[in-house]
């Protein structure tokens, strides 16, 4: 048997791998970022990759109907798709006070300064992310302007699912969590159109 | 009191009295409830997408609105239920984040075309929709009682709604 017809599985496993490279890259650029516009030490865990089936995405973070922040971000040029971080309240309420130095309890709703606070995360996260995607790659990549919504687990998610839903059966999460003595959950979800897939793997010297 | 059975992103079921159902965090999918109210054959479907023959990957008849209702007015007819008597009430299609603009736009969009399709397969099958709490920008939680035919809508920071 030759070995140069290679498993779609077995791709599907180099590529899970690539994208934990990624993603460690990404999220190592991301926190650094963050630290640095805090002030503080910030350290992350090694991602996870999980490839899952699409109806399980909306139960992927914590229960469905828990109230969470998604960011979600458009992405252009080489690669077309969008890509959308997630953190559950706790950590977003503990981010924010920080950037606007608040004190550690306060738990107030958002407000409009919070809110554009949390795109600016959500855009040095993306950026970051990105920016380790392109160099890995060397294609082209840019995020557009974050949108920030705070509403049930399982209906933020429901844009995800709708998006790998009309691709196929699989979802592929990139799970990392940081914090400084305060653990911090955040969770990545790249997801690419269906020929930016193809890209990704063609401009590593992979292909389906 | 009966159970209360959970029905997930792309899924479907069909209960009877004092079983209801629920579905949870609906986002741009759309919650699909089905009501014969002499016989009280329920059912309850989640879809997440309009049109199964537009996706190769389609062997989950439950994740489209064309299939998806098909599927479970077959099995409400098959569980008893009255083909005229039957009645609709449809929930979900959100659109979840603002973009404006980018490759994702028909994607985030496609909360509108969920329930477009979904009137359109149910007027196919001649089932009446009664009533209808649709798009906008929040998820919903969805509960079907079997004894009334009442379909419960909860929302973060929003009144229950009942339609």
């Known amino acids: 048997m030759s070995d140069t017809h290679k498993s779609l599985d077995e791709i599907n496993e180099m590529y899970i791998d690539v994208l934990k490279e990624i993603g460690n890259i990404g999220a190592g650029n991301a926190t650094t970022a963050i630290a640095n516009m805090l002030n503080l030490k910030i350290d992350m865990s090694v991602p996870q990759v999980e490839l899952m089936p699409v109806e399980k995405i909306g139960s992927c973070i914590g229960a469905e109907d828990e109230v969470i922040v998604g960011i979600m971000l458009g992405v252009e040029l080489d690669i077309e798709g969008s890509m959308m971080f997630l953190m559950d309240m706790r950590s977003a309420h503990h981010l924010v006070n920080q950037l606007m130095m608040r004190d550690y309890n306060y738990a107030e709703d958002f407000d409009e300064m919070d809110l554009s606070a949390l795109k600016e995360v959500g855009n040095i996260i993306a950026g970051s992310y990105l920016s380790a995607l392109s160099g890995l790659t060397n294609l082209s990549i840019s995020p557009t302007v974050p949108f920030v919504t705070i509403d049930m687990a399982a209906a933020i998610l429901s844009v995800p699912a709708v998006m790998f839903g009309m691709m196929g059966d699989k979802a592929l999460l990139i799970k990392t969590e940081f914090g400084d003595d305060f653990e911090m959950n955040g969770f990545f979800i790249l997801m690419p159109e269906e020929e930016s897939y193809e890209k990704i793997l063609s401009s590593l010297g992979l292909s389906l | ?163």
């Open chain 2, 1 to 163: 009191m009966g159970q209360m059975i959970k029905v997930g992103m792309a899924d479907l079921k069909v209960c009877k009295a004092p079983d209801n159902l629920t579905t949870i965090g609906l986002g741009s999918c759309i919650g699909i409830a089905l009501y014969d109210p002499s016989t009280k054959v329920t059912g309850l479907a989640h879809i997440m997408l309009p049109d199964s023959s537009q996706i190769k990957n389609n062997s989950n008849i439950a994740k489209f609105a064309d299939t998806g209702i098909q599927k479970l007015y077959d099995d409400m007819i098959k569980a008893g239920a009255n083909k005229s008597r039957l009645v609709a009430k449809i929930a979900g299609g959100a659109k979840m984040f603002e973009l404006g603009s980018g490759a994702a736009q028909s994607t985030i969009n496609v909360g509108e075309r969920n329930a477009e399709a979904s009137r359109a397969k149910l007027k196919q099958l001649g089932i009446k929709l009664v009533s209808e709490d649709c798009g906008l920008n929040y998820g919903r939680t969805v509960e079907l009682y079997s004894e009334s035919g009442d379909y419960l809508i909860k929302a973060v920071g929003k009144p229950l709604k009942k339609i």
